[in-house]
């Protein structure tokens, strides 16, 4: 599985009343460091063709992250099959290595087009796995 990552301090904003990282925070997260990563590996006719959308996500947390936590977020494919890929995300804190988030998530590829499900082809697959 090739990787990518990124990195995000946590700040005032992205708290919930428990002065934790709110939840629709780390979804924002799981969106974000994908669409990064299909952005950094596609190419140009690949990102007008082809649009992801989410069909189901499923979020594991461990640990709450707190303001000035700095995250190490990592993301890959794990699995495709027919129009779906499923991506794994961890998050965990950069300084202790403690795992604080992960979640896998199924993506659905769409025709630009007509924005109908499609196969994924070889040529999009190959993006994602090991050189």
């Known amino acids: 599985m090739r990787t ?3 990195l995000v301090k946590v ?4 708290l919930d009343e428990l002065q934790h990282v709110n939840n629709i925070k780390y979804v924002e997260w799981i969106q974000k460091v994908s669409k990064d ?3 950094q590996v596609a190419k140009q006719n690949a990102l007008h063709d ?3 959308v989410v069909r189901e996500h499923r979020i594991t947390y461990y640990s709450g992250a707190k303001r000035d936590d700095e995250l190490r977020i990592q ?10 890929s499923t991506r794994k995300v961890s998050m965990r804190n950069n300084k202790t290595d403690q795992l604080v ?3 896998e998530t199924d993506w659905c590829l769409l025709n630009a087009k007509t924005m109908k499900p ?10 994602f796995a090991v050189p």
């Open 118 to 127: 499609t196969r994924i082809p070889a040529s999009i697959e190959n993006l």
């Open 4 to 6: 990518y990552t990124m």
């Open 75 to 84: 993301t890959g494919i794990i699995h495709s099959k027919g129009s779906i």
């Open 11 to 14: 700040e005032e904003a992205d």
């Open 37 to 39: 990563h299909w952005l």
């Open 101 to 103: 988030v992960s979640s």
């Open 50 to 52: 082809f649009i992801w």
